[in-house]
């Protein structure tokens, strides 16, 4: 559109996957007018689009060798299902590699704010929810356990369970 190729028809051609089966329908409501300012703001939007991009990828270089050290954590984590590159540096800035400072992984659970809250009373438990946490890691946490409870693995899923 920007350099002029407004044609609906043209436009249509350009479509992928399931809105290939629906490029007549896409041409009509494709047609329309296309002004030299409508494709002056167009070029403004589309470089400021990669831009953004680029600034993207200087910050993942940055992090990048920032995160070189952790080579070998970042390896190990990166084997969980549900955990790639974004998540495992997020877990190594947010939490560190020396797992000392938490007494078991039920106490790193409690700081990320993960492991559900327990109420109980006269023997009867009731339903509380999770700790607040550090917002970043359980963020990041729970996003990885919903990636990792739709993996497939052979056949199955792989199961979810609860708690730590």
Not at 45 to 72: C, F, S, W
Not at 136 to 156: W, Y
Request: overall charge positive; proline content about 4%.
């Amino acid at each position: 559109m920007i350099d002029g190729t407004d044609s609906p028809g043209e436009m249509a051609e350009l479509a992928r996957v399931r809105l290939r089966s629906k490029r007549a329908e896409l041409a009509l409501a494709l047609r329309g007018r296309v002004e030299a300012y409508h494709r002056f703001l167009l070029t403004m939007q589309l470089n400021h689009v990669e831009g953004m991009e680029r600034e993207l990828e200087q910050l993942d270089q940055y992090i990048a060798v920032k995160l070189a050290p952790y080579d070998t954590e970042m390896a190990l984590l990166k084997q969980i299902p549900g955990v790639d590159w974004v998540v495992a540096a997020v877990l190594i800035a947010e939490i560190g590699v020396d797992m000392s400072v938490f007494v078991s992984a039920h106490h790193l659970a409690a700081w990320a704010g993960v492991c559900p809250g327990s109420h109980e009373s006269a023997g009867k438990r009731k339903s509380v929810r999770a700790r607040k946490g550090n917002t970043h890691p359980r963020t990041i946490l729970v996003g990885a356990a919903m990636s990792a409870s739709r993996k497939r693995c052979g056949r199955h899923t792989l199961p979810v369970t609860a708690g730590v």
